[in-house]
């Protein structure tokens, strides 16, 4: 048969539509904007309750950050130190060598708090705080003590200033920025006034040199101040991701964990396995964009042959009466308790449950992996404890139900049908043997065949039955007679020797008539309740029987309810208020909840812990599941935080990823992977430049006799990053965030959508960012550069008279190049050059360092090679001036020539800068093998949850499967249902086939046909979604109106579509008409029978380990009479159902009045078939 294979996925499979990624979605969220915002990220700690862990890790990378603020110190002493050595000349090494020994002892010290640190610091946190006082006590005491000890004999400069400053920022633990600020600024006035009392003294332009002084340590604490606002940023980014990372190892083992709880529903443990892997490979397959496969995900059946198992079947007798004569919290209360406690009993018994239809309850035992020993055994241990579970049941309940067992051993051909709801099922000789063993058994009792008893190994009580079926005597075994419930739940009737028990109890005779079902209740409702119910018009009975059935005498006053109630539709079970209505009757007025959770109008016994855990397993271990997957996280994540290699030792010795010394991966992939990471930063940088570039120009005009204006590279390069660059990297950010109205609303304007999509791109692309990074620098160092290449000379004579110095005529000024100065311009003693001063012009070169490291995200070697090349630039040209420009300038120590002190201050500043960025490119490096690992993990889980979602929605409907994965609602005891007062249902049954002729291909075909019908259903052109409920042996049913408001009457009015009768019409006859296509193909002349009815249903979720959604209601009941009592090539309805037809304009045509189970009371009923013509078109009126 040649089927068509190329059904897209996106009908089969709703939830992998997208082709991204998880990896692309993480790439693409990474460069969430809002991601990066503050505020934003404050509110997730808020909403997320993180503010423990993430202050444990503030104190764990501030360990990490104190350690190389020791680190850093001891180079930056250490350095000092050697330089003192070696420049000083032996005479003068006497003055100098209180400044050696404080800086011994600060090296000393250093090394020894760091040793501390790494050792205690990790298990005594707040040890942290303590040294980190003390350290910044002893270093701002050697900043000071030297100039003010050395005043007498020259004017020195504080050394550690811009290095206190930026460690307050940055290293010393100070997690408020009102503390740091203020410790800040106390460092800088202290400075400015040692400079006052100790370095300017005689000085003249002491308010000038002050106040470019004054401007250089302002641009220090806004660099501070810039460093923690960014930093913070990214630590709180970074937190996340690696709770994110965390948290996706758990949600990995949970949608493990859950893909095979939901697979273990519907397939077999032992070909779960091979179904999965099928699974996966389809839908990764599918996700990242390739070709699809030629085949569905269940093209192979999996059918397997078991030569040697046993089959039970079960029947819940008086199982119709009950459907239609309880409410539908009772109902589905007894089914999900009765069919919970069958699935726990068949897997104690490693016995397989295929699946249960209705009032059937089949399983199978000796199926591998781990089959029962004895597998007959097994099935008549289970049949024995189900008698025992309804009776339990029957007893509580007050309902008179019972069971009908009956049990066959053989071979079966067991595989998976369908396209959509796939379904595990079985099909043998054998099965419709254990199908036959039931429906002639006695209720009570359970019925085995001759081959069953011969597999038995244990002693039943067993007696001989009258009936021959398949040419063989049958045997019945009767329970153990009536004792107490035992608390072990030991299986009755199994005694260790043969014994015969008198005759059966007269109520498990099948042929005396069985009495109703319902038996009186005591009414225990509050008397006010009791009366308002009283008070209520008898329109209709609260039942799941249908509008058009006769009301029923009930004793229990709450069955009566105005018809009206039912128009509310949908009732489930997951309430937000305390209360909930009685019997779950949406027009009934309402009272407290009480304590056990669970109203009931009745004198049943309250639930059980047990009870509570069977009802509600399927629904709220998930949440369960979910919130217990929390507290995990935390945990590890704690554990995470500890186990962070942040000490000096753990960076250099236990790193393995990278090597130390170079802070490079070892893998070259992911080293490129890194560089080629998005920077949502970037924007920042440039608008910090802007800022520095402003005090630039201050510092360098401050200690002029007149301020000049600036050179070209200044405007070009505030020109550039104003009118270019700013929007160039701002509009993206700009648009979301005030502008964008939802979260895809992107600019229409041509000009700003380029420049929305430049800042994308910008973000998105390392090279990029890169260039304009290189051009930005070149061109701030332009502008340091060009005050100091124009210098001025002027006569030693003129600079003497008093006026002219107040005056100065550049116009009559020398213009000199500064590099010709550097390189041994003849310069006349007479002759003065007016340049920046010195320290200030050192100053302003140590801000284009800054400048180099403001990009944060910025490769580290980069910046550290341009931070190097302008360093170097400036030392050299220090170091081959003209003595008369920085002879007479300050230095640091005694007998420390000024030119010493510059070059130290220009490198030492590229050094605490790189070591800053060190530890900074450390913690990016980790974090982003975090994100790494976290990207891989989400994208497994991401297809995971894929699989998950798909196999879910082969159990339940769409809505209902959103509420299971929905982990935030609030659980609930009760079981899940809901209410539709008008809702369709059709069964349509495959008949005309003979499996002797089909051959091998029997099964090939027959699930071909399925398939195809699923396909009809998925191309829903009918007016309104329609729901595959399940395969019934070879009855394919469906109903229409199940999702909330699709079926109610004023909907239907309202938004003029068609009635769920004509849209499961309409699906009836393209069933027809797919078979007839079918037919034509394999030269088959296989026929439908269908029967369709309406009105009033509960749907609900069945089942503990294995859920069922299922459709309980006298439209079901009548839907399957239908179909069971009509015609093939015809579709049969009740009268109701005709009318409705009919008033939509198909035609009718009058069958005759039949007697239908369910409505004897009623007597005959008409029916009427569905006019088709012969090509199973509808017939208008």
């Avoid at 063989?472 to 075994?477: A, G, H, K, N, Q």
């Avoid at 009480?594 to 509600?616: A, C, E, F, H, P």
């Avoid at 979910?626 to 250099?652: D, G």
Wanted: charged residues 20%; proline residues 4%; hydrophobic residues 40%.
């Amino acid at each position: 048969m040649d089927m068509d294979m190329d059904s897209p996925i996106s009908e089969e499979f709703p939830e992998v539509k997208r082709k991204s990624t998880a990896a692309e979605i993480l790439y693409q969220e990474s460069n969430n904007e809002r991601r990066w915002r503050l505020s934003y990220l404050k509110d997730q700690f808020e909403s997320l309750e993180l503010h423990k862990l993430f202050n444990r890790y503030i104190q764990r990378i501030s360990h990490g950050y104190f350690s190389q603020f020791l680190s850093l110190q001891i180079i930056l002493v250490t350095s000092h130190f050697i330089v003192l050595l070696a420049v000083v000349d032996d005479d003068d090494k006497i003055h100098v060598m209180p400044d050696l020994i404080l800086y011994g002892i600060i090296i000393l010290f250093s090394i020894l708090l760091l040793v501390v640190t790494d050792i205690y610091v990790k298990a005594h946190p707040k040890l942290l705080r303590i040294l980190a006082g003390t350290t910044f006590v002893v270093t701002f005491f050697m900043n000071a003590f030297i100039p003010f000890y050395n005043r007498n004999q020259k004017n020195l400069r504080p050394a550690y200033t811009p290095y206190l400053i930026i460690s307050n920022y940055i290293f010393l633990n100070i997690h408020n920025d009102i503390v740091a600020l203020v410790v800040g600024l106390f460092i800088s006035i202290f400075h400015l006034v040692m400079l006052i009392l100790v370095t300017y003294e005689n000085v003249d332009t002491l308010y000038a040199r002050i106040g470019s002084d004054a401007v250089f340590l302002l641009a220090i604490n806004c660099l501070g101040m810039y460093f923690r606002y960014m930093n913070e940023i990214v630590i709180r980014r970074s937190f996340l991701d690696r709770r994110s990372c965390v948290e996706s190892t758990h949600q990995l083992k949970f949608e493990e964990e859950q893909e095979n709880n939901l697979m273990s529903s519907i397939i077999p443990q032992h070909i779960i396995v091979k179904v999965r892997q099928t699974m996966m490979e389809y839908i990764s397959h599918y996700s990242k964009g390739s070709s699809m496969p030629k085949e569905k995900p269940f093209e192979d059946l999996y059918v397997e042959e078991h030569p040697n198992v046993t089959i039970l079947f079960a029947d819940i007798v008086n199982y119709t009466a009950m459907t239609t004569q309880l409410n539908v919290i009772d109902l589905l209360d007894i089914l999900n308790e009765m069919f919970g406690r069958f699935d726990d009993a068949s897997a104690q018994g490693n016995v397989l449950r295929i699946k249960f239809l209705g009032d059937c309850y089949y399983c199978v035992a000796g199926l591998p992996p781990d089959p029962a020993p004895h597998h007959a055994d097994a099935c008549v241990d289970l049949g024995l404890k189900m008698i025992t579970i309804i009776a339990d049941i029957r007893r509580r309940k007050n309902v008179n139900i019972n069971m009908r067992i009956g049990i066959h051993s053989g071979k079966i051909s067991s595989g998976i049908i369908g396209t959509i709801k796939w379904q595990y099922d079985i099909w043998s000789k054998d099965v419709d043997i254990a199908n036959k063993m039931e429906t002639e058994g006695i209720a009570g009792m359970v019925h085995i065949t001759k081959a069953t008893k011969q597999l038995l190994h244990k002693s039943y009580t067993m007696v001989p039955s009258t009936k021959i079926v398949n040419g063989e005597r049958t045997y019945l075994i009767e329970p153990l007679p009536k004792k107490e419930p035992r608390a072990n739940g030991a299986v009755p009737g199994i005694v260790e020797n043969h014994v015969k028990q008198d005759e059966p109890d007269q109520n498990n005779n099948e042929n005396q008539r069985r009495p109703t079902i319902y038996i009186k209740r005591i009414n225990t409702a509050p008397n006010d309740l009791r009366a308002s119910v009283s008070q209520a018009p008898s329109t209709r009975s609260f039942s799941l029987i249908s509008n058009y059935q006769a009301q029923q005498d009930c004793d229990v006053s709450v069955e009566n309810e105005k018809r009206k109630e039912f128009a509310g539709g949908k009732r489930h079970t997951f309430p937000n208020s305390n209360e909930r209505r009685i019997s779950g009757n949406p027009g009934m007025g309402v009272f407290q909840r009480r304590v056990s959770g669970n109203v009931r109008i009745s004198t049943d016994r309250r639930l059980t812990g047990n009870d509570r855990k069977r009802r509600t397993a399927f629904m709220n271990n998930n949440i369960k599941r979910y919130k217990q997957r929390l507290e995990e996280t935390n945990r590890e994540l704690e554990e995470t935080i500890e186990n962070m290699l942040l000490s000096k030792f753990e960076q250099w010795f236990r790193a393995t990823e990278m090597y130390p010394l170079l802070l490079v991966f070892k893998n070259w992939k992911a080293e490129l992977d890194f560089i080629k990471t998005p920077d949502p930063l970037f924007k920042y940088y440039l608008l910090s430049e802007i800022l520095i570039l402003l005090l630039v120009y201050v510092l360098e005009n401050l200690t002029l006799s007149k301020w000049s204006y600036p050179q070209w590279p200044f405007y070009v390069t505030l020109g550039l990053i104003i009118f270019v660059g700013l929007p160039l990297t701002w509009t993206h950010y700009m648009w979301t965030k005030y502008i964008a109205k939802f979260e895809n609303d992107l600019p229409t304007n041509k000009i700003i959508s380029l420049l929305y999509n430049a800042s994308k791109f910008i973000t998105n692309n390392c090279v990029m960012r890169i260039v304009i990074y290189t051009v930005v620098y070149v061109l701030f160092c332009l502008c340091v550069l060009s005050e100091w290449l124009d210098c001025y000379t002027f006569e030693l004579a003129d600079l003497n008279d008093t006026m002219f110095h107040k005056n100065l005529n550049f116009s009559a000024a020398t213009k000199h190049s500064f590099l010709g100065l550097a390189t041994g311009d003849n310069l006349s003693p007479e002759d003065h050059v007016h340049c920046v001063i010195p320290w200030h012009m050192t100053e302003t070169f140590a801000l284009a360092i800054i400048m180099s490291f403001l990009f944060l995200r910025m490769y580290m070697w980069l910046k550290l090679l341009y931070a190097l090349l302008i360093a170097a630039v400036y030392s050299f040209c220090i170091l081959n001036y003209s003595v008369t420009f920085y002879e007479e300038s300050q230095t640091y120590n005694y007998a420390l020539r000024p030119e010493a002190s510059h070059v130290m201050g220009v490198l030492f500043m590229t050094l605490i800068l790189h070591l800053v960025d060190r530890q900074t490119e450390y913690m990016n490096r980790i974090d982003h093998l975090w994100y790494k690992n976290l990207v891989e993990k989400e994208e497994r889980a991401n297809v995971i949850h894929k699989v998950n979602t798909v196999l879910l929605e082969n159990i339940l409907p769409i809505h209902v499967a959103e509420l299971y994965l929905n982990v935030k609602r609030q659980s609930s005891d009760e079981v899940y249902h809901e209410t539709y007062p008008n809702a369709s249902v059709m069964f349509a049954s495959i008949t005309n086939f003979s499996v002797e002729e089909m051959g091998s291909g029997f099964l090939k075909i027959m699930s071909a046909i399925i398939s195809e019908f699923d396909m009809v259903l998925v191309n829903n052109k009918y007016g309104r979604p329609i729901e595959k409920i399940k395969i019934a042996k070879w009855t394919y049913m469906a109903a229409c109106g199940l999702a909330p408001g699709l079926g109610d009457t004023e909907n239907i009015r309202r938004d003029r579509s068609d009635h769920v009768v004509i849209s499961l019409l309409k699906l009836a006859v393209c069933l027809m008409q797919k078979l007839k296509q079918i037919n034509a193909e394999l030269m088959q002349d296989i026929k439908l029978r269908i029967g369709i009815s309406h009105g009033f249903v509960a749907a609900g979720v069945v089942g503990s380990k294995k859920p069922l959604y299922d459709v309980w209601g006298d439209p079901v009941n009548m839907a399957s009479r239908m179909d069971t009592l009509g015609v093939v090539d015809r579709i049969q309805v009740l009268e109701p159902t005709a009318e409705i037809i009919q008033s939509y304009g198909y035609k009718c045509v009058y069958r005759d009045k039949i007697k239908v189970k369910g409505r004897e009371k009623d007597g005959p009923v008409p029916t009427y078939f569905v006019a088709l013509d012969e090509d199973f078109n509808l017939i208008k009126l």
